[in-house]
């Protein structure tokens, strides 16, 4: 306890009379991290379009005029109760005429013209469990419900979804790359700022040394400076694009980043601002050594 | 290890290829004041370093108050520090701190509680006749008041050894003459002092073992005619 006392007080003393160089190093990690929230905002958005599309994938099984509707609703019973299935909606073949006139008017005068004599499909439209959207899941259950008696075409959005799902993957791993960078180019930032820091306090640090402060203890200033550099950093950030987001909403309605998101980039900033300072103080708190460094 | 405090034992140290010391052998004991004379560059300080561990010997072994130089593990180094009181020729007072926080220093990084802190450090600037300047910084210090303060930032931890280098460099003769006093009476409380200097005459013959140095060795005093 008096040791964790002693370290805060070295960090607050650390950080006294650096206003400026503070202030300087704050700003540019806020800005490195504006450009970073500003790419995930606008990823965490298509995202979501993309989530949204993605959840609305389902499978649409047109069924043979062979099935009458009693049989079609047994069937529907059997496929609800499938792995991946969410819900089975049947839809008739009078209620499919019905919703192609309401979607389609200018097309209406086609079934006309068919005359009474021809009828839409009646079908069943599944919708799909959480998590089945991939390619593959669909596309199996797909060949699976194709197989059953009664059955005709099955249609499952084959023409966009691997696209679809390509998008989202390439997503992911460019805000890890970006996540990547930012994480590279603010802890060399810090590491410079720490090295600094070190070189302002040479005299305390040799001193603390002298008095037999431990490794640690000369360390842990720095890398606590470091920490709250890249939250403050992260959190100064996240203020400024959250300004910007409000500002353009109007203009461009999208969401800001949910809540844990903003806590992963508040912890993103944490970590590098802990990486970069260990790193600076690799080279900037010497320890004993029986040769020279060749320079 | 012997029951010496300090134990050299053919050390050597260089730097860039540049032999500061070598073949380096002596003891300090318990209640010892070993005065390190020499002239300018003969390897005193760097004989210093090699006691507190701010460098380590390029050959040989210095064992410090059980502490081999050829078998550190983590925390060796400061452990040993914690043993061992230092006095600079520039004082090294860190400027942005107070008296009181100067002299606590080798306390706090020991984790002392607050209240042993105080009482301590109260206690020895009395000791020092420092109490009226316990709220005072460093630059408002004579150079004799911030050499008294030094020290006892050196004792405050009750150290076993006390190293001094040139400690009256930098101070008139009645100031020089208070600091090897204080010296000596560190000494008489059975604390060993090593204290480097290119002066031996401010230390009287009787009171300490002197050890002369000339381009990093140790020579026979008669061969050095100011040990005379």
Sequence with gaps: MNELRALLRETLLNLRGRNSSILATLLMVSLSFVVFDTFLVITWNIREILRSEQENVGIEMFLTDSLDERSARALADVVSGMDGVRSVYFVSSAEAEALFRAEMPERSDLLDLLGDGYGLPASLQVSLQPGWESEERISTLAGTLSRLEGVGDVVWGEDYLPGLNRVVGALQKLDIFAGAVLVLSISLMVANTMRLSVSRRSLTVEILGICGASDWFLRAPFLLEGILTGFTGSAGGLLLTAVASALMQAGVGHDFLPGRWVSGVLLLGAVTGFIGSWIGLRSAIPRPRRQERKT | ?228
């Design chain 2, 1 to 228: 290890m012997s029951d010496a405090l300090v134990k050299f034992t053919g050390v050597a140290r260089s730097y860039s290829d540049w032999p500061a010391v070598e073949g380096i052998d002596f003891e300090v004991r318990s209640g010892e004041f070993v005065v390190l004379s020499g002239p300018s560059g003969a390897g005193k300080t760097t004989i210093l370093r090699l006691v507190w561990m701010g460098d380590l010997p390029t050959a040989g072994r210095v064992e410090v108050c059980g502490c081999s130089s050829d078998r550190l593990r983590p925390g060796d180094v400061a452990g040993t520090r914690r043993r061992i009181g230092i006095v600079f020729q520039d004082f090294r007072l860190l400027p942005d701190r107070t008296v009181f926080d100067n002299v606590a220093l080798p306390l706090i990084v020991s984790g002392s509680s607050p209240a042993q802190v105080r009482k301590r450090v109260f206690s020895l600037l009395a000791e020092m006749e420092l109490s009226h300047r316990r709220a005072s910084f460093p630059h408002e210090l004579s150079g004799g008041e911030q050499q008294r303060v030094a020290v006892a930032r050196a004792l405050v931890a009750h150290p076993e050894i006390v190293l001094a280098d040139e400690p009256t460099g930098n101070l008139d003769p009645e100031s020089s003459r208070l600091v090897v006093d204080l010296l000596l009476g560190i000494v008489r409380g059975g604390t060993a002092v090593m204290m480097a200097t290119h002066d031996p005459r401010q230390v009287p013959p009787e009171s300490a073992r002197f050890l002369f140095l000339e381009r990093g060795r140790l020579v026979n005093p008669a061969e050095w005619p100011e040990a005379r």
